[in-house]
């Protein structure tokens, strides 16, 4: 039996002029968004966890099977943008107990106009 029928290949392409959402997932599903010092890099032990032996890089926080999502609609948009902000709360993550408290998101952003990040663009704006 081909065992190939069985392989899941995920959609990671996108197109350009299109909006996409795009995700992947930490190697191991490993905690690296929990502490703000794994962010900073200053926890070489931690750190040690992703190390690789490739030309190209010493480190691999990512696996390698990420997926894009075609953003077409207004509604989709937001469900995507819900998501990002609700994923801090995940069981798996148990990052903060509400969405706005988590530093690196745009929640509130979205919700009270708090500006935080200089590069944020207004997915409000594209549709």
């Known amino acids: ?3 190939s029928i069985f392989d899941y290949k ?3 392409y996108i197109s350009i002029g299109e909006i996409f959402f795009w995700t992947t997932t930490i190697n191991q599903w490993k905690h690296l968004l929990k502490r703000d ?3 900073a890099k200053d926890s070489p032990s931690f750190l040690l966890e992703f190390a690789v032996t490739a030309n190209n890089k010493n480190y691999e926080f990512w696996q390698r ?3 894009a999502i075609h953003l077409f609609s207004k509604d989709v948009a937001f ?3 819900d ?3 609700n994923n801090p709360l995940a069981e798996h993550w148990q990052l903060v107990k509400n969405p706005c408290d988590y530093k690196y998101s745009t929640c509130n952003y979205y919700n009270i106009s708090e500006k935080t990040y200089t590069f944020i663009k ?3 704006d594209e549709f």
Do not use: G
């Open 1 to 3: 039996m081909d065992k």
């Open 10 to 12: 995920r959609k990671s």
């Open 37 to 39: 010092d794994y962010k």
């Open 65 to 67: 099977d990420s997926l």
């Open 79 to 81: 469900q995507k943008l």
């Open 83 to 85: 998501y990002i902000h």
């Open 122 to 124: 207004d997915l409000r």
